[in-house]
């Protein structure tokens, strides 16, 4: 290989919320950050919730973003290989940002081989028991019929009720996640059941909103990339080890 080729991998950036100003200081460090490693990255997996909201219309996107899109342009003109999730909140992605920038959109989950390691790869949405109400809003939310409809509002309508949705989340008003017990990660357990039928070296998910790195036993490395209005955490795969890291001073 000519270069190094490391992997990586951040998720929950949020943009937009929880004002323009914050979110846009958020969205030059997370540039900052691109900027810093497209030096040695081959890879760039965002996990989800890269955006509060994100809904695309025929021919109407949401304002915003400029930089931060462009800079993923400039990383998938170098050559590396960057890879949208789609979240629990920004799942609306219709095909413009892998036709503008040419970056690759994931569903839901996303099993990966690279240097002899499986990975697993999910927002970490919906996933393992519990979380019924949620599992139900996602069909819905999934659905071609409510996106259709959803589609014809008018912009002004449709930005208006997802800013109002927005608004209650749990980031937008920086309710601050403890880790519970092992068993009661519920990312933990979803692996865990995992690992009983096949083996993934690493898990990594987003969504939890808290950094986390456990070691779930039989040579298998659970990770969670946390998010970054407190964290600015991020993971590197340098084709040996998985890591958990830190952008900028830590809090
Ligand atoms: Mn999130």
Redesign the pocket.
């Known amino acids: 290989m000519i270069k190094a080729g490391k992997l990586y991998f951040a998720?929950?950036f949020?943009l937009g919320v929880p004002s323009y100003e914050s979110s846009l200081q958020r969205e030059k460090r997370i540039i900052d950050w691109l900027e810093y490693i497209k030096h040695d990255a081959a890879e760039v997996f965002l996990m989800?919730?890269v955006f509060d909201f994100w809904f695309e219309y025929k021919h109407v996107i949401p304002k915003g973003y400029i930089r931060f899109l462009a800079k993923l342009a400039e990383l998938v003109s170098m050559g590396i290989k960057v890879t949208l999730f789609k979240?629990?909140?920004d799942m609306w992605m219709f095909g413009y940002l892998e036709k503008e920038i040419g970056v690759k959109i994931v569903s839901d989950e996303l099993i990966l081989m690279h240097s002899g390691k499986r990975f697993y790869l999910h927002?970490g949405?919906g996933l393992g028991p519990g979380d019924k109400k949620y599992k139900i809003l996602k069909k819905i939310f999934r659905s071609r019929l409510s996106q259709w409809l959803f589609s014809w509002l008018h912009p002004n309508i449709g930005m208006a009720i997802a800013e109002m949705w927005s608004k209650n989340?749990?980031?937008a008003n920086n309710k601050k996640e403890e880790f519970r017990s092992e068993d009661e990660e519920w990312l933990v357990g979803f692996s865990k059941e995992k690992l009983k039928t096949e083996h993934f070296d690493y898990f990594i998910y987003?969504?939890r909103?808290l950094p986390l790195s456990i070691d779930l036993g039989k040579g298998s490395l659970y990770i969670n990339l946390g998010?970054w209005i407190n964290y600015n955490s991020y993971a590197v795969f340098d084709g040996r080890d998985l890591e958990l890291k830190y952008w900028g001073k830590l809090l």
């Open positions: 998720s929950d949020h989800g919730d979240g629990n909140h927002h949405d989340s749990r980031i987003g969504h909103h998010e």
